[in-house]
């Protein structure tokens, strides 16, 4: 019988600093192909690969991650065939992947399993940034056309944004990442009962191993090692971002970065003369989507993404014990505790759970992370035969979560389908949440933003009654006095304004 499971037979990384002596200011286009001919030669065949490929998958850049997007020095309007003509790849299909850093591992795990089913031969997986690069020409009031006319075949699966936030918190001012899981951080430390200091060194602690790894990775943004109380204070050039977030905590964006996976089955790679120490196997994975935020139970934590790991090492056949490396995607510290407690991982347990540094010392690349963080994964378990990897790859706020196990040992596979996980996330009961919030409340989770011109709060608690509110204040008094003391647990008096926001009008700390 054929042998169609499905491997990782080349990955590939490209990457530039601006302050680097060959810095070149490449586009996205350029990078990516660049990673993608990386993956191409990693494989290590005797002959081209690149007329082998089947399909061109490629992860959507920030600044094309939206309605009415306009790039600033222009896009090509059919990435993954710009990327394709530049390595000699002719695919009859090519793809763009939704909006999320979930998007190379689920991507890995849906041609993993074409593969398997013999409705493809090859399928080549990519993406880039040059956020960086941009913010960069920018500000020296430099321009560059990156604009591209390639046409062609695309299957562009859209914007995948419907139901990732609510009105219910946007309306208030928690519509970016950072304010968002700024809530979901404090309300772990509310479960936590620790105070502002104790749950800073926490989040250091965490981080400050990633640090090390990011220092001896060439791809990384950042190389600079940090212990975990230069981590948790604050300074000048640690500045608090959203409570409880000093800067060096939070995805780094400015990033140069593209990577790219090569996947096809054991008997292809075989026939094409790949030599067996390239190739990685996936032994499971599994796709989960968690719905809005504000309608969760539970905001301290994301169970579907703990589901989903769960289920990934169940596919593989094997406890979360068996595994030797992670990469738990790392945009705030929140996504790693998530999964990291949820799998009964202890704090002291010292397995890395990054292999490439993490988002924010690596490089939060956009969405596409999670393709450095499989590549990274792919050379590390070839160095080390016969260990076991998991990637965790997480989308949106703690919304879309995707895993894959990896290694170079045979896997026995099976296939998997996460339907009934996702419906198993579906059923899960959500709260009642009042529309214009007024009386008295309780405070559950908060964040400050200090983006601004002045900070401005933002709370999510229970009226009374048992609804949940959101509700906000740009109040100088108020956010001062919730800046003094703890808001977690704090009394609050809220009043709804015409536009359906609710606003705190007076706040008495919990005793």
């Not at 979901?184 to 936590?192: D, H, P, Q, S, T």
């Not at 703690?398 to 996330?425: D, M, R």
Request: glycine share 10%.
């Amino acid at each position: 019988m054929a042998d169609l499971r499905p491997v990782i037979i080349g990955v590939g990384e490209a990457s530039e600093r601006i302050d680097a002596p060959d810095y070149k200011a490449l586009s996205p286009v350029a990078l990516a192909a660049l990673a993608a001919q990386a993956a191409l030669d990693d494989a290590d065949a005797p002959e081209a690969l690149a007329p082998h490929v089947d399909v061109i998958a490629a992860i959507r850049q920030f600044e094309v991650s939206g309605p009415g997007a306009k790039p600033p020095f222009g896009a090509a309007d059919n990435f993954p065939r710009a990327v394709a003509k530049r390595i000699g790849a002719d695919p009859a299909r090519a793809i763009l992947e939704p909006v999320g850093g979930q998007g190379p591992q689920h991507l890995v795990n849906e041609f993993a399993q074409a593969i398997a089913r013999g409705e493809m031969g090859m399928a080549l997986l990519v993406g880039s940034e040059a956020i960086s690069t941009v913010r960069h020409l920018a500000s020296k009031g430099e321009s560059r056309d990156w604009a591209e006319t390639v046409g062609g075949q695309l299957e562009d699966r859209g914007f995948g944004v419907e139901g990732l936030n609510s009105q219910a918190l946007s309306r208030h001012g928690a519509r970016t990442p950072i304010s968002v899981y700024a809530l979901f951080e404090n309300a772990r430390r509310a479960k936590l009962k620790l105070g502002r200091e104790a749950y800073a060194l926490e989040m250091g602690r965490l981080f400050s191993p990633f640090t090390r790894v990011a220092a001896g990775n060439p791809h990384a943004m950042s190389r600079e090692i940090y212990k975990p109380d230069e981590l948790a204070t604050v300074t000048a050039p640690n500045r608090l971002t959203s409570d409880p977030f000093p800067r060096r905590m939070v995805a780094r964006d400015q990033a140069n970065q593209g990577a790219a996976v090569l996947l096809t089955s054991a008997d292809r790679a075989r026939a094409l003369g790949v030599p067996e120490h390239r190739l990685v196997y996936l032994h499971g994975g599994a796709d989960v989507k968690e719905r809005a935020p504000i309608e969760r139970q539970d905001l301290s934590s994301s169970p579907a993404s703990v589901l989903a790991a769960k289920r990934a090492l169940d596919v593989a056949g094997m406890s979360v014990d068996e595994i030797d490396l992670f990469d738990l995607y790392s945009c705030f510290p929140i996504a790693v505790f998530n999964v990291r407690d949820g799998l009964g991982i202890s704090s002291t347990d010292l397995r890395p759970l990054t292999v490439t540094g993490g988002l924010p010392f690596f490089g939060g690349a956009g969405n596409n992370y999670s393709m450095h963080a499989i590549a990274s994964m792919v050379r590390a378990l070839r160095h080390h035969p016969g260990d076991v990897g998991l990637v965790g790859a997480n989308g949106g706020f703690l919304s879309k979560y995707s895993v894959g196990v990896y290694s170079t040992k045979p896997s026995h596979w099976t296939g998997f389908e996460s339907a009934g996980l996702q419906a198993q996330v579906d059923a899960w009961p959500a709260p009642t949440v009042a529309a214009a919030a007024a009386g008295e409340g309780i405070i559950e989770t908060y964040t400050i933003d200090y983006a601004g011109p002045a900070p401005h709060a933002v709370a999510v608690g229970r009226l009374a009654g048992g609804e949940r509110f959101v509700a906000m204040s740009d109040a100088p008094d108020i956010v001062d006095a919730m800046i003094a003391a703890d808001p977690l647990g704090a009394k609050v008096t809220l009043a709804a304004d015409e536009n359906g926001r609710s606003h705190i009008k007076a706040f008495t700390p919990a005793a």
